[in-house]
Nanobody, 122 residues
Framework: VQLQASGGGLVQAGGSLKLSCAASGRSLNTMGWFHQAPGKEREFVAAVNWKGSSTIYGDSAKGRFSISRDNAKNTVYLQMNSLKPEDTAVYYC??????????????????WGQGTLVTVSS
């Protein structure tokens, strides 16, 4: 599975961004988003199972971000609203091997995209 994240950019606090993660081939894996700010560890943001019927969120994302997927397009999305300066980070999409569910643990993901930078100005 190869993953390509896109959609990052510069946005003012309170604004919105929508990230996309395109997967190569037919990919029905659980997918997740993580972010990593400079000098900090990679942190879980959100994950969705292969059907799109089950989602989980990290504490910082709850109530503001929404993860979804379009399996016909092999793409997972992260809609980010009410962005804060502390959301500034490189955002990575990741995929688990087939047949397993959602997880908030980075070590449980087998495939990673290259990351897309989100910068939120105050």
């Amino acid at each position: 599975v190869q993953l390509q994240a896109s959609g990052g950019g510069l946005v003012q606090a309170g604004g919105s961004l929508k990230l996309s993660c395109a997967a190569s081939g037919r990919s029905l894996n659980t997918m997740g988003w993580f972010h990593q700010a400079p000098g900090k560890e990679r942190e879980f943001v959100a994950a969705v199972n292969w059907k799109g019927s089950s989602t989980i969120y990290g504490d910082s994302a709850k109530g503001r971000f929404s993860i979804s997927r379009d399996n016909a397009k092999n793409t997972v999305y992260l809609q980010m609203n009410s962005l804060k300066p502390e959301d500034t980070a490189v955002y990575y999409c990741a995929a688990r091997r087939l047949g397993v569910g959602t997880s908030s643990t980075a070590a449980n993901y087998d495939y990673w995209g290259q990351g897309t930078l989100v910068t939120v100005s105050s």
